[in-house]
């Protein structure tokens, strides 16, 4: 038996959930157990316990990988040599004998690299669509959401609103600096406002939040700014909002896959969401403003779409085809 376990570095929730998720793709790939230490609770959004068994006392062989420092994903190359040393190394195991391999540095696999991994056909079966998404719903609403007594759990539902994340702390200087400024979110909240009568959430951290305290004057609008001790209640008001509009952060990207709702971004924008066929309750739209035509699509596949995150279809404003218009007739029943 093959068991993998992640030896958690630095870096906030987001970024540690990406590590741990990444032992579970490789799980997945090569058919070997995820198993869990107390490294594990030191991200905030997901618990793990009901999931994994804990890490043996004593192991028959130990395997550590830790020569490579990839935020951005391994390779498939990379993977194929990893998987070529475990199950060397794993071969003539006996039944009751374990081989334990340990992660560190930043061995990762993104989600959308499974997904693409299938779609350019290095792997044979979906199984981003037929594992991963089912296992992470599973890990959030059955076995995370009903322990926090905090969270509302009355209903996994979408509500009735627009969740708007926008990403401040730390890197607050950084993304105000690229662009992401009050007045991009306005754009946004206008044009929202003129298209749709819904509540608009925003989520954000109290730090380094000051310059986007004007958007509260702003019709339809509600501003929670909060930090770690209610991190949990602004995450699950994320992933069950209507219409979820994402910031650039490992936040979002978890609650983008996370979302029962529509899940709006902008193209090759949001790190690590490079799907090359976006789930089906994903919209990403064009690099400018969001416009007329991207808020009468948002109305239209909130209205007909099935909360289904294994469907996908994905395009730019600015590249919509013929043949766009075709599918998207098609998953609206047109």
């Given at each position: 038996?093959?068991?993998?376990?992640y030896?958690?570095h630095g870096?906030?929730?987001?970024?540690?959930?990406?590590?741990?998720?990444?032992?579970?793709?490789?799980?997945?790939?090569?058919?070997?157990k995820?198993?869990?230490?107390?490294?594990?609770?030191?991200?905030?959004?997901?618990?793990?316990?009901?999931?994994?068994?804990?890490?043996?006392?004593k192991?028959?062989?130990?395997?550590?990988?830790?020569?490579?420092?990839?935020?951005?994903g391994?390779?498939?190359k990379?993977?194929?040599?990893?998987?070529k040393?475990?199950?060397?190394?794993?071969k003539g195991?006996?039944?009751?004998?374990?081989?334990?391999?340990?992660?560190?540095?930043?061995?990762?696999?993104?989600?959308?690299?499974?997904?693409?991994?299938?779609?350019?056909?290095?792997?044979?079966?979906?199984?981003?669509?037929?594992?991963?998404?089912?296992?992470?719903h599973?890990?959030?609403?059955?076995?995370?959401?009903?322990?926090?007594?905090?969270?509302?759990?009355?209903?996994?539902?979408?509500?009735?609103?627009?969740?708007?994340?926008i990403?401040?702390g730390?890197?607050?200087?950084?993304?105000?600096?690229?662009?992401?400024d009050?007045?991009?979110?306005?754009?946004?909240?206008?044009?929202?406002?003129?298209?749709?009568?819904?509540?608009?959430n925003?989520?954000?951290e109290?730090?380094?939040?000051?310059?986007?305290?004007?958007?509260?004057?702003?019709?339809?609008?509600?501003?929670?700014?909060?930090?770690?001790?209610?991190?949990?209640?602004?995450?699950?008001?994320?992933?069950?909002?209507?219409?979820?509009?994402?910031s650039?952060?490992?936040?979002?990207?978890?609650?983008?896959y996370?979302?029962?709702g529509?899940?709006?971004?902008?193209?090759?924008?949001?790190?690590?969401?490079?799907?090359?066929?976006?789930?089906?309750?994903?919209?990403?739209?064009?690099?400018?403003?969001?416009?007329?035509?991207?808020?009468?699509?948002?109305?239209?596949?909130?209205l007909?779409?099935?909360?289904?995150?294994?469907?996908?279809y994905?395009?730019?404003?600015?590249?919509?085809?013929?043949?766009?218009?075709?599918?998207?007739?098609?998953?609206?029943?047109?």
């Amino acid at each position: 038996m093959i068991h993998l376990l992640y030896s958690q570095h630095g870096g906030r929730s987001g970024h540690k959930l990406k590590d741990i998720m990444s032992i579970f793709i490789i799980g997945m790939l090569i058919k070997a157990k995820v198993v869990y230490d107390d490294s594990f609770t030191n991200q905030h959004l997901l618990l793990f316990e009901d999931i994994c068994v804990k890490k043996k006392k004593k192991y028959y062989s130990t395997i550590i990988i830790d020569n490579t420092k990839c935020s951005n994903g391994i390779t498939f190359k990379k993977f194929k040599e990893i998987k070529k040393l475990i199950l060397n190394k794993s071969k003539g195991l006996k039944d009751n004998q374990h081989l334990l391999v340990i992660f560190k540095q930043r061995c990762r696999i993104h989600p959308y690299q499974l997904d693409n991994w299938f779609h350019k056909n290095k792997i044979d079966k979906n199984l981003f669509k037929s594992k991963l998404i089912p296992l992470l719903h599973k890990i959030y609403y059955v076995h995370t959401v009903p322990k926090h007594t905090t969270i509302k759990k009355s209903s996994i539902i979408p509500t009735n609103n627009v969740a708007i994340h926008i990403r401040r702390g730390d890197l607050a200087e950084k993304l105000i600096r690229e662009g992401f400024d009050a007045n991009y979110y306005t754009q946004i909240i206008n044009k929202l406002n003129q298209h749709l009568n819904l509540h608009i959430n925003i989520y954000s951290e109290i730090d380094n939040s000051e310059d986007i305290l004007v958007l509260k004057k702003l019709k339809n609008v509600n501003l929670f700014l909060g930090d770690v001790s209610n991190i949990n209640e602004h995450f699950y008001a994320l992933c069950t909002s209507k219409i979820l509009i994402l910031s650039r952060s490992s936040f979002s990207t978890w609650a983008a896959y996370l979302s029962k709702g529509l899940v709006v971004f902008q193209t090759n924008i949001i790190k690590h969401l490079y799907h090359k066929v976006d789930p089906n309750n994903f919209y990403s739209y064009g690099l400018s403003e969001l416009s007329d035509d991207d808020m009468e699509q948002i109305k239209i596949k909130h209205l007909y779409h099935k909360v289904d995150p294994n469907n996908f279809y994905s395009y730019g404003l600015s590249e919509l085809s013929d043949d766009d218009m075709e599918q998207i007739k098609i998953k609206i029943n047109l």
